[in-house]
Nanobody, 131 residues
Framework: QVQLVESGGGSVQAGGSLRLSCVAS????????MAWFRQVAGKKREGVAA???????LYAESVEGRFTISKDDAKNSLFLQMDNLSPEDTALYYC?????????????????????????WGHGTQVTVAS
């Protein structure tokens, strides 16, 4: 059974930091495109970070320079270090994975991919940043 479980969310003051974790089970995440998304109530879900086909991190423009994506293949885990948080970062953060193997998509992976292309989702972890 495939599961993605996020943790690490919380409430912080502007300028603070949080580190999100996502543990995947039921599949080998290294063979699938995985990404972090976030969603504010009433707004579209947006991609935040992912790794490109060569393993280089990709970020949404709004978080570039402040967020860092990393992974631990041995632990089937994905992380998102978030620094210098602002109230605009307040959202429910999701870990997501494509169901299709990277080998079948040409390795295409990006936070710019539409959420509909990701079939596995965690329940999300709330991040709230106070001004």
């Amino acid at each position: 059974q495939v599961q993605l479980v996020e943790s690490g969310g919380g409430s912080v003051q502007a300028g603070g930091s949080l580190r999100l974790s996502c543990v995947a089970s039921g599949f080998d995440h290294s063979n699938h495109c995985m990404a972090w998304f976030r969603q504010v109530a009433g707004k579209k879900r947006e991609g935040v970070a992912a790794f490109d086909p060569l393993g280089a991190p990709l970020y949404a423009e709004s978080v570039e320079g402040r967020f860092t994506i990393s992974k631990d293949d041995a632990k089937n885990s994905l992380f998102l270090q978030m620094d210098n948080l602002s109230p605009e970062d307040t959202a429910l953060y999701y870990c997501a994975a494509q169901t299709v193997l990277l080998s079948r998509t040409g390795g295409l992976c990006s936070p710019g991919l539409p959420p509909i292309l990701f079939g596995y989702w965690g329940h999300g972890t709330q991040v709230t940043v106070a001004s």
